[in-house]
């Protein structure tokens, strides 16, 4: 008869052998620091797969052996068996899921909302743990970097956005290295195809490829990519000011979709793998076609509307700035040397200051565009911002550790832009020194030739600077008077 025990072995043995036996040898392959933990999250991963096809059994048993909503069906008219019925019936709510994705990213206006809900679209429809995009970029140095730009967990949730990857490391940038077909397949003509880059990379094992960059906790489970070429609108040159009709298109932008299922301890299906690529087909041709009327939006607006607006903002400013110098130069003729350079920066600084919060309307209209402005303005917008008490960082791409487009246009907003300008005190301006850093290189000059605005801006964050050195230059002399002050009493 048999006992407690023996029956307490069996049960061990037949359901609890294997996901342990798998577990530990992924333990000895990966290391992690807390092994414990890393056993723990396996085996409750285990067992949360093992529920999920129970109840899928449950239910296709409560509708005679369908899985449940769908018909029974066949395709290609060929005989089916239980397990392609099941097959086809993925299938079917594979393609019926990318037909409602289709008309949701036709009613996106925006590409940071493009790319959330499709993302999000994504790691449901895949049973994804993670889906994120990056955009292939290049820093100041020329080095090629991949930037995570957007999860399906949010700008704020994921471990994953705002991170990059270079070249050197991760298995990510093959999807942009050509390859032979390796089917051999050939043109009309009998020529050999060209080599091209993968249509995707499914990297089944994450923790036994060498070259896998984590960040965060690793997991078992796998990584699916793939690079998307497109025509972008959404740069800094694209305007023609020549021939407006013709803009400056960038042919070779690259955006890389990918998804994962780090912690499900299972690789991404056939089935799973064609809808990512035909899915990201239809996001890449959404996306053109998105930053193409943006860039038309801006285009027309900037035609009709803020070229005329600021070129009569800049000749009032201008104008403006001229009468102040006069009346400086006569305020200044009464004043002791030793007091003219300090207090006439000092007015020069507050008199602009005064102009930005009078125009501070005008300025706000920067914050409308979509397509980016060139590295002069963005340089000048950040140092002015940064004297107004954001911190450099925050303004900067964190890949490329430039100045960004979509991190400083919310700050220039007429809500935002206008408080920072009237609350801001000479006497307790943050430190020059990345303002400093920010314009190096940038001229008056430069800055006039880009807008009227960048002008504007460029102007008071001069006359910001030379007013702190001012003062700095009087707490010196100040300080060496007290300390000859003080050397005369001691003797």
């Not at 299938?91 to 925006?110: N, T, Y």
């Not at 957007?150 to 940038?173: H, I, W």
């Not at 050939?186 to 089944?204: I, K, M």
Request: glycine residues 4%; negative net charge.
């Amino acid at each position: 008869m048999s006992t407690n025990v023996e029956f307490d072995q069996a049960y061990l043995r037949d359901t609890v052998s294997a996901p342990l036996t798998e577990a530990m040898a992924q333990l000895a392959i990966v290391q992690p620091q807390d092994p414990v933990e890393f056993l723990g999250q396996f085996l409750l991963k285990y067992v949360d797969n093992e529920l999920r096809k129970q109840e899928l059994a449950k239910l296709k048993q409560q509708n005679g052996g369908k899985a449940p909503g769908f018909p029974e069906y066949h395709v290609y008219g060929a005989d089916m068996s239980s397990d392609n019925n099941a097959h086809d019936v993925k299938l079917e709510q594979l393609l019926a899921a990318e037909r409602s994705i289709e008309g949701r990213l036709r009613d996106v206006k925006s590409v940071p909302d493009l790319f959330q809900v499709y993302l999000q679209w994504l790691a449901t429809t895949l049973n994804a743990e993670e889906a994120y995009i990056g955009v292939r970029t290049a820093n100041p140095a020329g080095q090629q970097l991949v930037h995570w730009v957007a999860s399906s967990r949010g700008l704020k949730s994921s471990a994953t956005v705002d991170k990059f990857l270079t070249e050197e490391t991760g298995v990510t940038f093959d999807v942009f290295k050509e390859v032979e077909d390796p089917t051999g397949a050939t043109d009309a003509d009998g020529n050999p195809l060209p080599p091209a880059v993968p249509r995707y990379l499914h990297v089944e094992n994450v923790l036994r490829e060498p070259r896998m960059k984590f960040f965060h906790v690793p997991k078992l489970g796998a990584y699916l990519t793939r690079g998307l070429k497109y025509k972008s609108f959404l740069h800094a040159d694209v305007f023609n000011e020549s021939s407006p009709e013709e803009p400056r298109i960038k042919d070779d932008a690259w955006l890389v979709v990918s998804a994962d299922t780090m912690g499900q301890a299972r690789a991404f299906t056939h089935q799973e793998i064609e809808s990512f690529q035909r899915s990201s087909a239809q996001l890449i041709q959404r996306l053109e076609e998105l930053e193409r009327d943006l860039y038309r939006r801006d285009a027309e607006r900037k035609s009709t509307q803020d070229d005329v607006q600021l070129k009569e903002f800049g000749i009032a400013f201008a104008s403006q700035v001229a009468i102040q110098e006069e009346n400086l130069m006569l305020q200044m003729q009464s004043l002791p040397e030793d007091e003219k350079t300090l207090k006439e920066s000092e007015l020069r600084l507050a008199f602009l200051t005064y102009l930005l919060v009078t125009h501070a309307p005008t300025l706000a209209v920067a914050s409308l565009r979509v397509v980016p402005f060139k590295s002069v303005t963005l340089s000048t917008f950040a140092a002015a911002l940064t004297l107004l008490g954001h911190q450099r960082k925050a303004m900067l791409n964190p890949a490329t550790q430039v100045p960004s487009w979509e991190r400083i246009a919310p700050l220039v907003q007429e809500e935002s832009l206008r408080p920072a300008l009237e609350a801001f005190q000479a006497t307790a301006m943050p430190p020059t020194t990345d303002a400093k850093q920010l314009l190096t290189g940038i001229t008056k000059a430069d800055a006039e030739a880009e807008n009227s605005i960048t002008a504007s801006l460029f102007a008071w964050v001069q006359a910001a600077i030379a007013h702190a050195e001012q003062l700095e230059a009087a707490a010196e002399r100040e300080r060496a008077l007290r300390e000859q002050q003080a050397a005369e009493e001691e003797q």
